[in-house]
Nanobody, 124 residues
């Protein structure tokens, strides 16, 4: 079956950096849009970033644009999220997601597969 496994979360001070990884298995990785979402306590899961199948398109939430970078290595079946200049408001559980469909990829309901999440906590 398809599995997405996130890693790289942790505790970091404001202004610091983390790199999240999402290792995928059980799917043809290049056929899937890969994305990161996050969910803070008491809030809905929200879109963070996505990387298209063709390698020529990325999308970012306004709140992270310029600070976060999404990338993917199809040979390694792995997606990444480089997070720089972290802020306390970035604190959340971060989820990796994958979808093979053609719909908009900023919405939770369009994604077929999800990882279990990795916690990112940013202290002030």
């Amino acid at each position: 079956q398809v599995q997405l496994v996130e890693s790289g979360g942790g505790l970091v001070q404001a202004g610091g950096s983390l790199r999240l990884s999402c290792a995928a298995s059980g799917l043809t990785f290049s056929r899937y849009v890969m994305a990161w979402f996050r969910q803070a306590p008491g809030k809905e899961r929200e879109f963070v970033a996505a990387f298209g199948r063709r390698g020529d398109s990325t999308a970012y939430a306004d709140s992270v644009k310029g600070r976060f970078t999404i990338s993917r290595d199809n040979a390694k079946n792995t997606a990444y999220l480089q997070m720089n200049s972290l802020k306390p408001e970035d604190t959340a559980n971060y989820y990796c997601a994958a979808d093979s469909g053609s719909g908009s990829h900023i919405y939770v309901y369009n994604y077929e597969y999800w990882g279990q999440g990795t916690q990112v906590t940013v202290s002030s």
